[in-house]
């Protein structure tokens, strides 16, 4: 395993602390925080089709930056945030962002705000995602521990009742998502969307002539089974 100190392009704890208490500030109700964009980051890392800053960046950031220092700033960490998440699957360092809720009991890490973000990236690529998910059991198979999860935190819907994961179930979960990321990875370079798929995407995203009369988008979870 490698040590945090040489993961390629990571940021350090004081880097994350400063981008954590710059989203904390500048974000609202239903907004990622830190956990959540790793989270929405690793899901393009690991998906289909490559989604440049332009279309990410508005999932993240939410109101004018102060002055031009600051932005700067902000979008350099954001910019290694994102190019470390691939280093680190690279060279199987990678670990989850996760946020910690106060329970009777003390502190308790929490994969909610982590898994909202995820869906968020796979939303970015619905079209591709859902078709394939659909298509290839292997893929659901392979996302398996991470939907369980998001199931778990009520990120996502499913098609029948689950019961609730016990702790050890929950951190057994969590232990595997570096493992999925991984070979979610591996299985889009193995079979890449098509050009079929892509076309389909391309008319699912073109914009109705009034957007206003367009139903709000709603994450679907009729794909988790």
Same mark, same amino acid.
């Given at each position: 395993? $490698?040590?945090? $100190?040489?993961?390629?392009?990571?940021?350090?704890?004081?880097?994350?602390?400063?981008?954590?208490?710059?989203?904390?500030?500048? $974000?609202?109700?239903?907004?990622?925080?830190?956990?959540?964009?790793?989270?929405?980051?690793?899901?393009?890392?690991?998906?289909?089709?490559?989604?440049?800053? =332009?279309?990410?960046?508005?999932?993240?950031?939410?109101?004018?930056?102060?002055?031009?220092?600051?932005?700067?700033?902000?979008?350099?960490?954001?910019?290694?945030?994102? =190019?470390?998440?691939?280093?680190?699957?690279?060279?199987?360092?990678?670990?989850?962002?996760?946020?910690?809720?106060?329970?009777?009991?003390?502190?308790?890490?929490?994969?909610?705000?982590?898994?909202?973000?995820?869906?968020?990236?796979?939303?970015?690529?619905?079209?591709?995602?859902?078709?394939?998910?659909?298509?290839?059991?292997?893929?659901?198979?392979?996302?398996?521990?991470?939907?369980?999860?998001?199931?778990?935190?009520?990120?996502?819907?499913?098609?029948?009742?689950?019961?609730?994961?016990?702790?050890?179930?929950?951190?057994?979960?969590?232990?595997?998502?570096?493992?999925?990321?991984?070979?979610?990875?591996?299985?889009?370079?193995?079979?890449?969307?098509?050009?079929?798929?892509?076309? $389909?995407?391309?008319?699912?995203?073109?914009? =109705?002539?009034?957007?206003?009369?367009?139903?709000?988008?709603?994450?679907?979870?009729?794909?988790?089974?």
């Amino acid at each position: 395993m $490698t040590a945090k $100190t040489e993961w390629p392009s990571s940021l350090d704890d004081n880097e994350l602390d400063e981008l954590d208490r710059y989203l904390r500030a500048h $974000t609202g109700e239903g907004d990622l925080l830190l956990d959540g964009v790793h989270g929405l980051l690793s899901a393009l890392a690991v998906g289909p089709l490559l989604v440049l800053p =332009d279309e990410w960046l508005p999932e993240v950031l939410h109101e004018p930056f102060a002055d031009e220092s600051e932005g700067n700033r902000v979008l350099a960490l954001l910019a290694k945030l994102n =190019d470390s998440i691939s280093a680190e699957l690279d060279v199987e360092a990678y670990e989850p962002i996760l946020g910690e809720v106060e329970l009777e009991t003390g502190p308790m890490l929490s994969a909610a705000g982590w898994c909202e973000g995820f869906s968020r990236g796979i939303d970015l690529r619905a079209a591709l995602w859902e078709n394939r998910l659909a298509e290839d059991p292997q893929l659901m198979e392979l996302l398996g521990p991470v939907m369980a999860l998001a199931v778990d935190e009520g990120i996502l819907s499913a098609d029948t009742e689950f019961e609730k994961l016990s702790d050890d179930e929950y951190d057994e979960c969590l232990s595997q998502v570096p493992a999925v990321l991984g070979a979610v990875n591996q299985y889009w370079q193995a079979k890449p969307a098509t050009e079929a798929e892509v076309e $389909t995407m391309v008319l699912q995203q073109r914009p =109705d002539k009034d957007d206003d009369d367009a139903p709000p988008r709603q994450r679907s979870g009729h794909w988790v089974h």
